[in-house]
């Protein structure tokens, strides 16, 4: 039997048993042994079947030990328990971000916040402001531009992208890399690309893709796998301060609700770095975290990385991470067919196979041989198609190959002969509710009516088919905000206010599982993670404002007023808490 499972039944069998009052001659239970903490107070919404809603939960050792109504809880209220009244707000099992890169959200605060500039110009600007307090040859760095977000187009342009020539004008001698909002795509200025060796010569590395001008010039752009030549840039550069980094990106996730976060790849090194700092209690949030290296040093250091539950359920390591292609916002995503918006002349029409099929189904038998998850990123439908298959071949002939949960990382754009097939093998779809509203604007344009309508962002084809579909933001891509992606998720409201296929939207209800339940279910942690239940970690995220029930306009407006993490308080926002 599963120790998280049995925990509960041996409380029960050590419960002192019924006592007689002998002055009453009736039978009385002992008082329950004093809690730790009691949240009391409060809406709370469990996700449990049995118990959908409470006023107070008592906690001890980090864990939920009961939960009921304010009379009964009080039971569990002693001299040393600590109480604290939630004033009548919404509580809910915590957030758990589905997908997201950890230190990617550090790392974007330290540089260029390119993600609200609405034209190149203006993230000229911006860089030229930085070369203006920056020493000569210093490495400027930005992310989160897209050109589709832009309210023109630059002049001159290629597939709407800009040419580098205004941005090396302001930047002479520092060297610019500005990462596209994607991740799958980065800008260079000529000082980059000299000191990376980048000329009209330069051919075009395998998955990846140099931007040309009509005679041939890079013009600054380069796609999936091509990015790693402007690393040659960034050479002395000044190393990140990887303690500050985590320190930005746990303060910055807790201040948003969220108490686990799935980190979707990172190295052997910074497992261990994670591992060094959670010893000693300096991350607050729960990690999940998917393995990213190449086949050899996977094969080496698997099983010694294997880790579940390490440091008071702060660290798991029990799942593998590739990219089969890249993002449709880059035009880099795998497809079936054509891009829509693409002459059929172009390099690459279909997008990019970034990984090769064969080594991603080799990365699988080591996943099947060692006991790891495996999570492949695909986005086209190609990709999708290609990575169903891979895990069908994987599966054959296995008893458990339904129970794997092996998933697919954001699946947006899916061939309708491909949608049943998530439930048949039993895999998640790891997807991005925010991505949908992020993304609408250009969808149709990219793929044509016919495929948006058929396949883009299909939570409710999916989940009607009976698979299991997860949210998330893929942060830093998009803000790590799961209220935001909530939103998007129940509304597929775009910004002009029209709705991309509202038909595919979750139900509230739904989008808060796929948010907790869901995702604790895709990293087998449902056992302790995603519902208010006795036994569970003592997760909580508390907002000003019911998101199940409130005006769907009012969803956005819903705050954070406390981050709560194994019993104790990560986060409170004394902003919002003054005013009510």
């Not at 610019?176 to 909002?181: G, T």
Request: charged share 25%; net charge negative; with cysteine.
């Amino acid at each position: 039997m599963n120790a998280r499972r049995f925990l509960p039944l041996l409380a029960l069998a050590l419960a002192p048993a019924c006592q007689v009052d002998a002055t009453k001659g009736e039978a009385t239970r002992p008082a329950p042994p004093a809690a730790e903490t009691v949240f009391t107070g409060g809406h709370f919404v469990t996700l449990d079947e049995a118990l959908p809603e409470a006023q107070a939960i008592a906690v001890s050792g980090g864990r939920i030990v009961a939960v009921g109504s304010a009379a009964e809880i009080a039971a569990y209220i002693g001299p040393e328990t600590e109480e604290l009244d939630l004033a009548g707000a919404f509580a809910m099992p915590g957030f758990i971000e589905g997908h997201g890169h950890f230190t990617g959200i550090g790392d974007a605060k330290m540089q260029l916040d390119l993600m609200h500039a609405r034209t190149w110009n203006e993230i000229v600007q911006m860089v030229a402001t930085a070369v203006a307090e920056a020493a000569p040859g210093e490495l400027i760095r930005g992310r989160g531009w897209h050109q589709e977000k832009w309210d023109v187009t630059p002049e001159p342009s290629y597939d709407g992208l800009p040419v580098h020539d205004g941005l090396s004008a302001v930047s002479p001698d520092n060297p610019v890399i500005l990462r596209h909002a994607s991740g799958h795509a980065s800008f260079g200025n000529a000082k980059a690309m000299e000191l990376a060796d980048i000329t009209i010569d330069t051919v075009d590395p395998d998955g990846g893709e140099i931007v040309r001008d009509r005679e041939g010039h890079p013009i600054g752009m380069f796609r999936e796998t091509a990015q790693a030549l402007l690393s040659r840039a960034s050479r002395g550069a000044r190393a990140t301060d990887f303690r500050q980094l985590v320190e930005l990106a746990d303060r910055e996730v807790t201040s948003k609700g969220i108490t686990s976060f799935q980190d979707a790849g990172s190295s052997f090194a910074t497992v261990a770095r994670f591992r060094e700092l959670v010893d000693e209690g300096a991350i607050d949030v729960r990690l999940w975290v998917m393995i990213r290296d190449g086949n050899d040093r996977l094969a080496d250091r698997l099983a010694e990385t294997r880790v579940v539950g390490y440091g008071d359920d702060h660290l798991t390591v029990r799942a593998i991470k590739h990219s089969i292609d890249g993002a449709l916002g880059s035009h880099g995503a795998w497809l079936l067919e054509p891009y829509a918006d693409l002459d059929e002349s172009t390099p690459n029409p279909t997008g990019q196979n970034t990984t090769p099929v064969d080594t991603i189904e080799a990365t699988a038998q080591l996943a099947l041989e060692h006991g790891f998850q495996l999570c492949v990123h695909a986005i086209g439908d190609r990709a999708n198609r290609e990575t169903l298959d891979i895990f069908e071949r994987s599966f054959a002939g296995r008893e458990d190959g339904q129970d794997l949960r092996w998933r697919v990382e954001h699946a947006q754009h899916i061939s309708p002969a491909d949608i049943p097939r998530f439930a048949e093998l039993g895999v998640i779809a790891s997807m991005q509710g925010v991505h949908c509203t992020s993304d609408g604007p250009w969808i149709e344009p990219r793929l044509g009516a016919r495929r948006a309508l058929e396949g883009a962002y299909v939570w409710r084809s999916l989940m009607d088919s009976g698979a299991v579909v997860t949210n998330g933001t893929d942060a830093p891509v998009e803000d790590v905000d799961p209220i935001a992606s909530f939103y998007a998720t129940v509304t597929r409201q775009l910004a002009d206010g029209t709705r991309f296929y509202p038909d595919q939207r979750m139900s509230r209800l739904e989008a808060l599982r796929s948010y907790t339940l869901a995702c604790a279910y895709a990293a087998f942690e449902e056992d302790v993670k995603g519902s208010l239940v006795p036994g569970k970690l003592a997760d909580i995220t508390v907002l000003s404002k019911d998101i199940l029930t409130c005006p769907e306009d009012e969803i956005r407006n819903a705050e954070v007023l406390y981050t709560i993490i194994g019993g104790k308080v990560v986060y409170r926002n004394d902003s919002a808490l003054g005013m009510r």
